[in-house]
């Protein structure tokens, strides 16, 4: 009964809260500052000075990667597992100008991500310096700042040396958006909000909004503050009193407030409907509005148990997710939304339900993304604490900036309903030590203190690649949930060895593989190498790994040996398979030539493995019928065929009309396999349900390379400037079949309104620029990527190859 009348009254304040105000002021405003800056490689003296001259610097513009345009090389400093892509040190500068009209107001740059050692000048004062390549900072211009018709010179210099600094390809420059930020005396701090609702149920939802405003001005400020939550079609369903109650802010001080706004029959977010609320928290002063500052938001409940795993709003849930680093293949580091939006598509369409942002604070972007197409979150922030794993990592800055990192990264991610685990930190050396050693409990403990005084919503994880009882993470007490790198087989008695603890796997599979390769026998499964520390000394000699799910690192397992496992018991509440998308650097189990990882479901061009099918016949309830290998090979060659199918008994298959056996797969196998000798024709699966067709798929043996297929994402982009569309190529016999072993050099030519972002064709060995304008298909594929220029009109595109017939496609740009 009291919980009713709180209710009603709380209710009666939203709906005489929610009035509109005819006050007018200059907000807050947030402005793209990505266009037109200068940009010069290598080091230059003074270069920070607004007397520089940089015209002969190159003028591009932001987000950009620097590296990603370097050629491979094998003697770079970042080696192989840095991609083979080399660092340095580079400056960026643009020059601007405020109006007079700016005068009085306080302009602010906040930057989402500059790799790395940054430090910021304007008007040639530093600003600061931020080593951290993954957080996003801010900092203050308005001291140093000119108006009117006088030039103000924003520049700054990325140290991305001394190598290695890292385990993976980072990627150099200002390689994340950049905004400019104007505001009053008052306003909203920066990520000053945190929702969250801390009572749901199918009456109302209690939205607790709390608050930091700040008074950057001389003199103490009397203000009054207003929520407004708006739905998901911009309409008011609740709000606060926007003149009820004064504060008062002491000149330079800040405000902490905190209000609960009951929402009636609240729209829950979850990753098959994720609906998303907005509030806008309106701050007014002397009747006359001083900031507007906008919150996205969902409601939703998320639960870990012991014994019974993951539940999202009271409903059991298998997370099924993905680690994903932030390259984007061809494009490098530099952010693009369209290109994390397609990668997000792909594993959507898979049944991947979750993102592992391995391992390092993602971009905005990515959260926002994962916020609206309905995809879970394990947020990290350390590959490295106090103990290095690369001899200039971030071990360095440790001691002076890992509060302060975890702290932003906290702050600004804690308002994504995605967001469901943080991770304090991946394959940690603290777990190990001897008894004189407690730095891992030691940091451990206050690493998830300083998380828990900022958000006490989510549990609190490390990614353990040791497991035993003496792990100085684990046995801290520090974290909510136990974590596991691999160790597949000590999953169904985890609960033993770390009672009282819900139970994910952190990372998981490790498998190799090339798109389109194929080892035989399939049965056979290959380690490579046999243990980390040892260098292969088999392997394939072109540098491929098996696309048959039959070759893993010596750490993971195949994809389907941890899949049984996963699937089997409600204890674990999901993982986290390395990787879902190839990535630059780490090209486990080879070196040079190998520059790209092996991990992923999918390549680095986007193109699925066969693995692909796999996932999305268990994780999905599509009905899926994948048939491999490819239908070229030797005549009399002994060829495994595999076939993975979903929501069927069983598999016929046929070599030229002639059936070859019928297959169901027994226990929790996941896929079925006959061996017969090839001949050439045609090789056709039927699968069936209680005796009815469910699906037919055909592999026809092609002939030689005759034509191009173009196939775009997308017919038409916008004219933004940084919109994408990802065009597949393929190969194909004068049939039209695809020709799995093309390997033909594809010429682009691309005019109007659009220009070359990149292409690729997924080889992990490839040298090829990913800036060029040709590719040479690998396994029959390539990719080009497009981006629109800033005016409407069209894309055209052609591609060519010597033999081959051409082909083109019109893109609008509209």
């Known amino acids: 009964m009291i919980q009713i009348k709180n209710y009603l009254l709380l209710l009666f304040i939203s709906l005489i809260a929610v009035v509109n105000s005819n006050a007018q002021s200059t907000v807050t405003r947030s402005t793209n500052f990505n266009n037109n800056w200068k940009f010069y490689l290598g080091e230059d003296k003074d270069a920070q000075g607004t007397a520089f001259n940089d015209a002969a610097w190159r003028t591009l513009n932001l987000p950009h990667d620097w590296s990603i345009e370097l050629p491979f090389d094998k003697s770079s400093p970042t080696g192989t597992g840095g991609g083979a892509l080399r660092g340095g040190v580079g400056w960026y500068r643009k020059t601007f100008v405020l109006p007079d009209m700016t005068k009085g107001q306080h302009v602010f740059i906040d930057f989402d991500g500059v790799y790395c050692n940054s430090e910021v000048f304007i008007n040639g004062h530093s600003l600061g310096i931020r080593p951290n390549g993954y957080i996003g900072f801010r900092y203050e211009l308005t001291p140093y700042l000119q108006y009117g018709n006088a030039k103000n010179v924003l520049a700054v210099k990325v140290n991305n040396d001394p190598q290695p600094n890292s385990r993976w390809y980072s990627g150099s420059g200002i390689y994340r958006n950049v905004w400019l930020v104007t505001t009053g005396n008052v306003f909203v701090d920066h990520w000053g909000t945190y929702i969250s609702t801390p009572f749901i149920d199918d009456k109302f939802a209690k939205v607790q909004i709390q608050t930091a405003i700040k008074n950057v001005s001389d003199k103490k400020a009397t203000i009054q503050i207003k929520h407004t939550i708006y739905d998901a079609t911009n309409k008011v369903v609740a709000g606060s009193s926007s003149g009820a109650v004064q504060f008062n802010i002491e000149a330079g001080g800040v405000l902490k407030d905190s209000i609960f706004i009951p929402l009636p029959h609240p729209h829950l977010w979850s990753v098959n409907d994720p609906y998303l609320y907005k509030v806008e928290t309106q701050i007014t002063r002397n009747g006359k509005i001083e900031d507007r500052y906008t919150t996205t938001f969902g409601i939703r409940s998320c639960k870990f148990d012991v014994n019974d795993g993951f ?223 040892i260098p292969l000394t088999t392997g394939n000699a072109d540098t491929t790994c098996s696309a048959y799910d039959n070759c893993s690192a010596p750490w993971g397992s195949t994809h389907e040996e941890t899949m049984k496992v996963v699937e089997k018991y409600n204890h674990i509440s999901g993982l986290f398979v390395w990787t879902g998308f190839d990535y630059i650097g780490e090209p486990t189990p080879y070196e040079w030539p190998a520059r790209s990882a092996y991990f992923g479901i999918v390549d680095l061009a986007g193109f699925p493995k066969d693995v692909y099918y796999m996932y999305q016949s268990v994780w999905t309830n599509k009905t899926v019928l994948h048939l491999l290998p490819h239908w070229n090979w030797r005549t009399g060659d002994t060829i495994d065929v595999w076939a993975y199918y979903s929501n069927a008994d069983e598999v016929e298959l046929y070599l030229n009309g002639k059936s070859l056996g019928i297959r169901k797969k027994m226990g929790d196998d996941l896929h079925v396999v006959w061996k017969t000798i090839f001949e050439p024709g045609t090789l056709k699966a039927v699968s069936r349900k209680n005796g009815q067709i469910v699906k037919e798929e055909t592999i026809k043996t092609a002939g030689a390379p005759a034509g191009i297929q173009l196939l775009t994402d997308k017919k038409s982009i916008s004219p933004d400037g940084t919109s994408l569309a990802f065009i597949s190529v393929q190969v194909v016999d004068k049939e039209g079949n695809p020709v799995p072993y093309a390997a033909n050099d594809i010429q682009f030519t691309v005019s109007g309104e659009g220009f070359i972002a990149g292409v690729d064709n997924g080889s992990q060995t490839s040298m090829e620029s990913f800036k060029a304008n040709h590719r040479k298909a690998f396994n029959g594929k390539c990719l080009l990527v497009v981006q629109s220029k800033d005016k409407a009109g069209n894309i055209a595109i052609r591609a060519t190859s010597s033999g081959l017939a051409a082909a083109s496609l019109s893109i609008g740009v509209q």
């Not at 600004?412 to 685990?421: A, G, K, L, T």
């Not at 991770?423 to 777990?431: D, F, T």
């Not at 520090?478 to 819900?502: C, M, Q, R």
């Open 311 to 533: 539940s999202l709003n009271g409903q059991h849930l298998k997370i099924r997710g993905v680690c994903m680093h932030h390259d984007l293949g061809c494009l490098g580091t530099a952010i693009n939304t369209d290109a994390i939006e397609r990668q997000l598509r792909i594993l959507k369409e898979m049944g991947c339900n979750a993102i592992r942002t391995s391992h390092n604070p993602p971009a905005p972007e990515l959260l926002e993304l994962c916020d609206k197409m309905g995809f879970l979150v394990m947020d990290e922030a350390f590959d490295i604490w106090k103990k290095a794993k690369n001899p200039y990592d971030y071990h360095l800055s440790w001691d002076q900036w890992h509060i302060r990192d975890l702290q932003d990264q906290v702050q600004r991610d804690r308002n994504h309903p995605s967001v469901i685990i943080w991770s304090a930190g991946n394959e940690i050396p603290e777990q190990w030590g001897d008894s004189t050693d407690n730095s891992g409990t030691l940091i451990s403990k206050e690493l998830a203190a300083t998380i828990q005084a900022m958000d006490s919503t989510r549990p609190i994880v490390t990614a353990n690649n040791e497991t035993a009882s003496w792990n100085k993470l684990l046995v801290s007490g520090a974290f909510d949930i136990t974590g596991y790198n691999y160790h597949h087989s000590e999953y169904a008695d985890v609960l033993k060895k770390w009672p009282g603890k819900p139970f994910i796997s952190t990372e998981a599979v490790s498998a190799l593989q090339t798109r389109g390769s194929y080892d035989m026998p399939s049965d056979s499964i290959r380690r490579w190498p046999v243990r980390w520390d």
